[in-house]
């Protein structure tokens, strides 16, 4: 039995992880990463890194490699490779499953800002704030880059491109942040506004309290929905579980 798991995410490794240690011995489990990171944490498992070449070059990947079920781990902002994968799996006939982590949900004493896109985002900030933490990564930072006259703290994994905003601070980390640390930041920046994607999870869930607590408004990007039609787990456990009875091997 052959899985290919399209990872990139702290819940695909784990997954990884599950496949490799509970499916029957001989089972290949092959998490795919999209190369967009430098230096990314590889999963167990066999890992090879690049894309497919759209909807067509996934299923014919399918394929030749025998692949007997596919899971879509990647990040819930991922909308164009979600729907490669089920166009893929669709046209090779193979079973997919999709992992994703539960979105955020607001809570008493938050000021949430909901929209639609990063441009919807960029539009409403002027009303809401002067300095800005954009916690919505590396790309797409040229939504933002319009004559504003706002001040941005941007931070990402690797090093930003151009465009992006002519008052922009960059801060290179990778999560998991801390409740202590996201309130430093706030503090040390004069942060009074915060922009972020509904990425959910708990890795980057600490700004949205610091948020809170420090009383400034947040701008939550909406993550894309799943194409229709397709199963989708909450956990790795999930998947592992609905994996399992897809294939007719209930464990």
Avoid: C
Avoid at 93 to 120: F, I, T
Avoid at 133 to 160: C, E, I, K, Q
Avoid at 216 to 242: D, K, L, M, N
Wanted: no cysteine; net charge positive; charged share 20%.
């Amino acid at each position: 039995m052959h899985v290919l798991v399209l990872g990139g995410t702290t819940e695909a490794r784990r997954l990884a992880g599950l496949l490799v240690a509970e499916l029957p011995e001989g089972t290949r489990v092959t998490s795919s990463l999209a190369g967009r990171v430098a230096g990314p944490r590889l999963p167990p498992g066999e890992v090879r890194i690049g894309g497919f070449g759209g909807a067509g070059g996934l299923a014919a990947w399918l394929r030749t490699h025998r692949v007997d079920a596919l899971i879509d781990a990647t990040h819930p902002f991922a909308g164009t490779i979600s729907f490669h994968a089920a166009a893929g799996a669709a046209a090779a006939h193979v079973p997919l499953l999709a992992l994703r982590r539960p979105g955020w949900v607001p809570g008493a004493g938050d000021d949430w800002y909901p929209v639609a896109s990063l441009e919807e985002a960029a539009a409403v900030l002027p009303a809401l704030g002067r300095r800005v933490f954009l916690t919505t990564g590396r790309l797409g930072l040229a939504a933002f880059a319009g004559p504003n006259g706002l001040w941005f703290l941007s931070r990402s994994v690797d090093a930003p491109e151009p465009p992006y905003p002519a008052r922009m601070e960059t801060l290179r980390d990778r999560g998991p942040f801390t409740l202590e640390g996201e309130r430093e930041l706030i503090r040390r920046h004069r942060i009074d506004v915060l922009v972020t994607k509904d990425s959910g999870g708990a890795a980057t869930a600490p700004k949205l309290a610091a948020a809170r607590e420090a009383r400034i408004p947040v701008v939550v990007v909406r993550r894309p929905p799943v194409p229709e039609g397709v199963t989708v787990a909450g956990t790795p456990e999930e998947a592992v579980s609905r994996l399992r009875a897809q294939l007719g091997h209930p464990g």
